[in-house]
């Protein structure tokens, strides 16, 4: 039982570059999202998932994709990076599909830095 | 914008010694969670106290809640090197997700 994996640990993206950091989970939770961590402001959210097929934006969704095909994975999309999207970013489950009301299980973040 | 504010900032004590720290929020809810982030790694759940609950208490962690003044503690006691990292509250808001605070960092000398 993995938990919570996330690929890759580390990644220096060039401004403009795209990519995807991935996502995956194996404890058949409905629920995941994605955060992202930035010095003395805690965690915000990009975008959640309360199923396979649904996706929704959170707190701060600009210049960032999803898609939920399967319930297991729950990639995320950079379009064109920004030195703005410098940070950290994590990926979180939990099994209900209301993330308040049960623990987030978080993978260990992706370490992300536009040039 | 954050739901939770913690307070202070950051701490430091000695193994042995008992360490509070305060989270404010903004809007009502549902839940307040803490979360506990050793460096470089994920968030790891610590507690759970619904609305209508006024304390909790898991090992050696006792979290209160007030909803009328918005705000909850954690307190850990008898702390060892092993509590270093950062605590962060997290509060359901009004659209079901949970919103974090920007979290106390405390570091437990031997």
């Known amino acids: 039982n993995a938990g919570v994996t996330q690929t890759p640990k580390f990644q220096v993206l060039k401004t403009g570059q795209s990519m995807t950091l991935q996502c995956a989970q194996d404890?058949?939770?409905?629920?995941m999202s994605w955060y992202r961590q930035d010095p003395g402001m805690g965690l915000r959210l990009i975008h959640y998932?309360?199923?396979?097929?649904?996706?929704d934006q959170g707190e701060v969704p600009n210049g960032y994709n999803v898609s939920r095909s399967t319930t297991e994975d729950f990639p995320l999309r950079l379009l064109s990076a920004a030195p703005s999207q410098t940070s950290v970013y994590f990926c979180?489950?939990?099994?209900?599909?209301?993330?308040?009301?049960?623990?987030?299980?978080f993978g260990n973040g992706t370490r992300l830095t536009v040039t | 914008s954050q739901q939770g504010e913690e307070d202070p900032q950051a701490l430091s004590i000695q193994e042995g010694e008992n360490a509070t720290m305060n989270c404010s929020y903004k809007?009502?809810?549902?839940?307040l969670q803490w979360y506990r982030q050793n460096s470089g790694r994920g968030l790891v759940h610590l507690i759970l106290?619904?609305?209508?609950?006024r304390e909790k208490h898991s090992g050696r962690l006792r979290v209160t809640l007030d909803t009328s003044k918005k705000s909850s503690s954690l307190l850990i006691t008898a702390s060892r090197a092993a509590d270093t990292a950062s605590y962060f509250c997290?509060?359901?808001?009004?659209?079901?997700?949970?919103?974090f605070g920007a979290g106390t960092q405390v570091v437990v000398t031997p």
């Open positions: 979180a489950s939990s099994y209900s599909s209301e993330a308040y009301n049960s623990p987030l299980h």
């Open positions: 404890m058949n939770h409905e629920y």
């Open positions: 106290i619904r609305s209508n609950e």
């Open positions: 809007t009502s809810i549902n839940n």
């Open positions: 997290a509060g359901g808001d009004s659209w079901g997700k949970l919103q």
């Open positions: 998932s309360v199923g396979a097929g649904i996706t």
